[in-house]
């Protein structure tokens, strides 16, 4: 099966600085990778998601980077704010099976005002 | 619904108790979905529904653990015999066949 590592498993960065979470996963055939974020007391919420066709996807701050050859992808907040301060995941899983989704086990990033 | 629903938010039962935990997904969604997730840990993968029918139970842990979705709608997680390696949060998540899931809240079961 699957199998996703994620690092780091904290991060604190200074209001303004970018941060970088890092996956890597271990099945070929994945080929769908979305990134949630989960504040305290709420379930994961999509934030944005990259398809194994394309390198990279940006939506205003976040961006989402995927080196298919080597297995990896990055998520990228710049410009952080004290509200990006939750517990980010980053998943894998295949679009053509049943579509469940094989989760790293969690960032969580702390953003200092 | 606006969203994911689950009850209770929070259960406390001794070990030996049964449990059911409940999800009530976003009106219209064909698929839902049951996660176990422990501390500092990823959500797991427990079993899917598509509309009643039970389409993938391959994570549950043993056979304590069963879940049902009678009328393609609200679900139920049940675990027997609980035991406190069975304390973590449970979530729920609906989607559309094939397309992002929404979680709900959770619910927090601890076994004394």
């Known amino acids: 099966g699957e199998n996703v590592e994620q690092h780091p498993s904290t991060l604190s960065v200074q209001e303004g600085d970018s941060a970088v979470i890092k996956c890597t996963y271990s099945?070929?055939?994945?080929?769908?990778f979305p990134w949630y974020k989960q504040e305290l007391g709420k379930g994961p919420q999509l934030i944005i998601d990259i398809r194994s066709n394309v390198g990279e996807k940006k939506d205003q701050r976040i961006a989402v980077t995927l080196n298919k050859t080597a297995k990896h992808f990055s998520l990228h907040i710049t410009e952080t704010q004290p509200e990006d301060s939750a517990v980010y995941f980053c998943?894998?899983?295949?679009?053509?099976?049943?579509?469940?989704?094989?989760f790293g086990r969690g960032t969580s990033l702390i953003v200092h005002p | 619904g606006a969203g994911v629903s689950q009850s209770p938010r929070y259960k406390v039962t001794k070990r030996g108790q049964d449990v059911a935990l409940r999800c009530d997904p976003i009106?219209?969604?064909?698929?839902l979905y049951w996660y176990r997730q422990a501390l500092g840990q990823g959500p797991e993968f427990l079993t899917y529904f598509n509309y009643e029918a039970q389409q993938d139970k391959s994570g549950l842990p043993n056979d304590r653990f069963s879940a049902e979705r009678p009328e393609g709608s609200i679900s139920t997680l049940t675990i027997q015999r609980t035991e406190q390696r069975d304390s973590a949060m449970y979530r729920c998540a609906s989607s559309q066949p094939l397309n992002e899931q929404f979680f709900g809240p959770g619910t927090r079961l601890t076994v004394l």
């Open positions: 998943a894998a899983l295949s679009s053509g099976g049943s579509y469940i989704p094989t």
């Open positions: 099945d070929s055939a994945s080929n769908y």
């Open positions: 009106s219209g969604h064909v698929s």
